[in-house]
């Protein structure tokens, strides 16, 4: 599944302390589905019978998450930083529209499952 997403928020930064200034980053997400492709094992084969579907509409084409995220900024002179951060990424809504149908090869059964997006997210850069 991929996502366009558009995220909004707010960063908290510290006053700086010698060389170092924190942040916090509150926010939240909307992800726009722009591709969404599966493939499927056949568990009774050893892997040679694999096939490809498009599952685009089985799967929403909104999500939304919400998420914290905070760093540290190490200035190099007076308008360059490097930055470093770590966040957490939880998605609230379902992205899976099975409709309480899943794909089984002995044929469809219901069940009613749900898919949630969590991330961890890294930030590495540079500030000027």
């Given at each position: 599944m991929q996502y366009l997403e558009i995220p909004i928020g707010l960063k908290m930064r510290t006053n700086e302390f010698g060389y170092i200034?924190?942040?916090l980053?509150?926010?939240?997400?909307?992800?726009?589905k722009t591709q969404a492709r599966g493939v499927i094992n056949d568990?009774?084969?050893?892997?040679?019978?694999?096939?490809?579907f498009n599952i685009t509409k089985e799967v929403n084409g909104i999500y939304m998450s919400w998420g914290v995220g905070?760093?540290?900024?190490?200035?190099l002179s007076t308008s360059t930083s490097?930055?470093?951060?770590?966040?957490?990424?939880i998605g609230f809504t379902d992205v899976s529209d099975d409709n309480g149908t899943v794909?089984?090869?002995?044929?469809?059964?219901?069940e009613d499952?749900?898919?949630?997006i969590n991330a961890i997210t890294l930030k590495l850069g540079i500030l000027f």
């Open positions: 200034r924190y942040f980053e509150p926010g939240i997400s909307i992800g726009i568990p009774s084969q050893s892997g040679e019978n694999e096939e490809k905070g760093g540290i900024e190490y200035s490097l930055i470093a951060g770590l966040g957490f990424q794909f089984d090869p002995r044929g469809n059964r219901k499952a749900k898919a949630i």
